[in-house]
Structure formats: structure tokens, C-alpha cells
């Protein structure tokens, strides 16, 4: 256990049963009356966010969790293969596990998956994909006003918002934080 002063933005804590990733924190300090701690947390399961507000004299239990890398291998309708580079074991995740970052899977990325107890609670994502155009609209010659965005539908299925020069068959760089474009790749 451990204070809630102590809490710092990575950290998984154990609250209520279920595993939660501290997100954001802030330390609040009235003028009148006790401290307060308000967070924001990430469910590892089911990926809700919630916010809770902590009294400062409140302790919460910490949790280590182990990470390692796996492979994405391919997806059989209801899970999710990945294969640990180590030991070549295969293991299925549901895709409840895995959440929105089944949008930026390929087959043979490498990803890290995060156990608890050797069970996997989750995936993390790298912060930046490639990924290839399939479908979009053909830009048209002297349509280049700057801040005009169009619907590009990226190999996995992932929509995002593209300047209009972008064309199918070209590979772009997508953050996986925002679901954004950065750049051609």
C-alpha cells in the first residue's frame, strides 16, 4: 500500500478488485481543509476511463506488472494470436482485451504485452504505425488549400483524416495515441 501522494502518471493500481493505469494525476491543496489527490484511470480490462478524487490521507496498493514482447500473428474472428518471441508459444487474446489498438495491428508487429500474474491484461501499442492507403478519394489538380483534411481508410480499416495529396497505395505514418496522420512514410 502506498500513500496517494505517492501516485505518479505509468503506475497500475489495484482498486475495488479490477487494475487501473494512472493516466493523470493532480495534487490539489485548498486553503481550507484536507489535500486531495484527482486522478484519471484506465480499466486494463474493459479500457473505461474514470475519474476518482482521492483524500490525502487515503493509501492505494500498488501493482507490478511484467511486460514482454510478442508477435502479432493474425486475427480468427473472436481472438487475437500472438506468439512470444522467446519461447515461440503461442497465446489468443479476445478482443475485448486489445480494445481500439486492434485497429493498428498488422501481422508480424511486435508489440508489448503486459502480464499480471501470468495472465495477459493488456497491449501496448508502439506510438507510431505504418500503415498503407487501400481506399480514399483521387485529389483533384488545384484543390490545395492548406488545412483540408479527407477520409483515408488505412489496411486494417482504420479511417483517418489526410491532406487532400494523399493517394491510395501510399504509406503513412499514423500515431497510435491520437489515431492521427504524421506524415508519409
Given at each position: 500500500m502506498i500513500p496517494v501522494n505517492n501516485i505518479k502518471n505509468g503506475m497500475t493500481l489495484s482498486i475495488d478488485s479490477s487494475l487501473y493505469l494512472v493516466q493523470w494525476f493532480q495534487y490539489v491543496k485548498p486553503g481550507k481543509g484536507g489535500g486531495f489527490v484527482k486522478?484519471?484511470?484506465k480499466n486494463l480490462k474493459t479500457g473505461a476511463v474514470l475519474e476518482k478524487t482521492?483524500?490525502?490521507?487515503e493509501s492505494v496498493e500498488q501493482i507490478m506488472l511484467d511486460e514482454k514482447v510478442m508477435e502479432y500473428l493474425y486475427h480468427d474472428g473472436n481472438n487475437f494470436w500472438?506468439?512470444?518471441?522467446?519461447s515461440y508459444e503461442q497465446i489468443p487474446l479476445?478482443?475485448?482485451i486489445i480494445g481500439d489498438s486492434m485497429q493498428y495491428l498488422?501481422?508480424?508487429m511486435q508489440v508489448q504485452a503486459v502480464f499480471y500474474e501470468n495472465k495477459i491484461v493488456g497491449v501496448e501499442m508502439p506510438n507510431f504505425v505504418e500503415l498503407k492507403v487501400v481506399e480514399t478519394e483521387p485529389g483533384v489538380k488545384g484543390d490545395t488549400v492548406s488545412g483540408s483534411y479527407k477520409p483515408c481508410t488505412m489496411e486494417t480499416g482504420l479511417i483517418v483524416q489526410t491532406p487532400l495529396f494523399i493517394k491510395v497505395g501510399d504509406v503513412l505514418k499514423i500515431d497510435t495515441r491520437t489515431g492521427e496522420y504524421i506524415q508519409r512514410a
Open positions: 486522478t484519471k484511470l482521492f483524500r490525502s490521507n500472438f506468439m512470444d518471441t522467446a479476445p478482443s475485448e498488422k501481422e508480424n
